[in-house]
């Protein structure tokens, strides 16, 4: 197994801590007065998604993490499993409910998400930005009234809450922002 | 790589910092001057790396190591009687790259004949209120900022109350860390107490060290009866910015000092240094009592001009050298 000396830490690196695979978010080269150096690494646990931060004594070494990132198209779940298809392979991948907890409520069949593999077994599935979705339920549109001012919660066609202007009716097609799980605008039409 | 406009604003900005801080010493009749950065020689400090190279000259060739500061030189200088001196040198430690550190960069140093360490804290104050327009410095003893930001008292305090709190306070210690006592003082000093002092927002100056951290400082008893270094540290925008010594003058002491440095160099496989004959002897001829500080310029200019990392002020940073 490769590793990585602190030498070559630096953000976004995979390395293996305590069994479980994580990446790099910072990393400072710390030399106080004229004593022994070391890094002060923050990290993301893969697995857990949690950030934690650790002290490394310079030239001490890490395991490498495989871990890659590609883009799959959601295909379909079947309750238990969220399975995800290379377009270009057509190799198929199944996320667990962990993997998706972050994306559940943006997966829509066909669209494409960034999925993180450990040892070829999604991590982690993160949605794009933007995603346009449709509204199933929301309360009557108020015709006429476009300033946005107020609102009203919508529901949309993946199982997502978000809050909505009054002038949005049922069947209307949405932009929305997932990082903020806020919309944005009515999708253009094509 | 900056952009030709950012380059060329950082060139003309150290350029007339690099005029001002010249004229201070003009004006304060300090001479300039140069001194060689190849030396068959090297500090033996245990955590200071010198980088190596060869001279090739048939049965004159030899290992040389190129400086990392011009101290040593310097020294040599003001035993022959130059007088009071600075340099603006270029100096290198290998293995040190970070937000804050470079394997080369700028040092300014300068020595003062009959100066005592306050003399010099005095002017180096001077020079960073006229140079870069920051406040006055405070003054700390060593020993008060632990008490201070730790509430501890580091003569009371042995090596297993230190390693405790410093595993207490410090995110991401793990338990089978291992350093020695001045390890874990200085742990508990950049991790702790060096963020407090950025938030006072204005420099501090740090004395009357520990003197297991004398390094080429004179060792003094202090007002509370401790023996202590006579050096001192400038912090300044969580910075260390400067390190200043009452010179430690006595040859055979400092012989001492460089063979138990090349000792603790052994025990932890490092390779042991050179040990500068030439300083040795022109100290014994006579080294005047003398205060020296060097000043990271780097450092000094991402304080002056705001940037948070060291090679935004190099011009053409290490990385793409």
């Known amino acids: ?190 | 790589m900056l952009h030709n406009e950012q380059l060329q604003n950082i060139l003309k900005r150290r350029a007339k910092l690099l005029a001002n801080v010249r004229r201070f010493f003009s004006v304060r009749n300090v001479l300039e001057v140069n001194t060689p950065i190849l030396s068959s020689a090297a500090p033996t400090a245990p955590y200071l790396d010198s980088f190596s190279t060869r001279f090739e000259a048939g049965s004159d060739s030899k290992d040389l190591y190129l400086h990392t500061s011009p101290e040593f030189a310097m020294k040599r200088l003001l035993s022959a009687g130059s007088g009071a001196i600075y340099q603006i040198a270029t100096v290198f430690r290998n293995g040190e790259l970070g937000r804050q550190h470079a394997p080369e960069f700028s040092m300014l140093e300068w020595y003062r004949p009959g100066f005592s360490l306050t003399d010099l804290m005095t002017e180096v104050d001077a020079l960073m209120q006229q140079v870069i327009g920051l406040p006055a410095a405070v003054i700390f003893p060593y020993r008060d900022l632990f008490v201070k930001y730790l509430q501890l008292d580091i003569y009371q305090a042995d090596d297993v109350l230190l390693k405790q709190i410093a595993l207490d306070r410090i995110a991401g210690l793990t338990a089978d860390w291992q350093t020695d006592r001045d390890g874990w003082l200085e742990m508990l000093m950049s991790e702790i107490i060096e963020p407090q002092l950025k938030a006072l927002e204005m420099p501090v100056m740090v004395t009357e060290f520990p003197a297991s951290q004398a390094q080429l400082a004179k060792i003094e008893m202090n007002a509370d009866g401790h023996h202590v270094a006579s050096r001192f540290e400038l912090y300044a925008g969580g910075m260390e910015l400067a390190n200043g010594y009452d010179e430690l003058c006595d040859a055979t002491e400092l012989r001492q000092r460089f063979e138990q440095d090349n000792q603790l160099r052994l025990q932890q496989g490092k390779p042991q240094m050179p040990i500068d004959e030439n300083l040795l002897t022109a100290m014994q001829s006579g080294l005047p009592q003398c205060s020296g500080v060097a000043l990271g310029l780097d450092r000094l200019m991402m304080l002056y001009f705001a940037e948070n990392n060291i090679s935004q002020v190099q011009g053409i940073a290490f990385i793409e050298s």
């Not at chain 1, 238990?80 to 559940?104: C, G, L, R, T, V």
């Not at chain 1, 346009?132 to 946005?148: F, H, K, W, Y």
Request: with cysteine; net charge negative; hydrophobic share 35%.
């Open chain 1, 1 to 190: 197994m490769a590793s990585y000396s602190t030498n070559e830490f630096k953000a976004g690196l995979k390395f293996m801590m305590d069994g479980d695979p994580c990446s790099i978010i910072e990393n400072e080269f710390v030399k106080p007065g004229k004593g022994q150096a070391f890094n002060r690494v923050k990290f993301r646990n893969l697995k857990t998604g949690r950030v934690n931060e650790r002290t490394f004594k310079t030239n001490e070494s890490v395991e490498s993490a495989d871990v890659v990132e590609i883009d799959l198209e959601f295909s379909y779940s079947d309750g238990e499993f969220w399975h995800f298809m290379d377009p270009s392979s057509f190799e198929q991948y199944a996320a667990d409910a962990n993997a998706i907890a972050d994306s559940k409520d943006w997966l829509k069949e066909q669209y494409v998400y960034t999925v993180t593999l450990w040892n070829g077994t999604p991590l982690l599935v993160t949605p794009p930005n933007f995603v346009n979705l449709a509204v199933v339920e929301t309360d009557p549109g108020v015709r006429g009234d476009t300033s946005g001012g107020g609102g009203k919660p919508a529901t949309l066609e993946t199982g997502a809450v978000v809050r909505v202007p009054l002038f949005i009716e049922i069947g209307e097609v949405l932009r929305v922002d997932t990082r903020s799980a806020s919309y944005v605008e009515r999708a253009k039409k094509d």
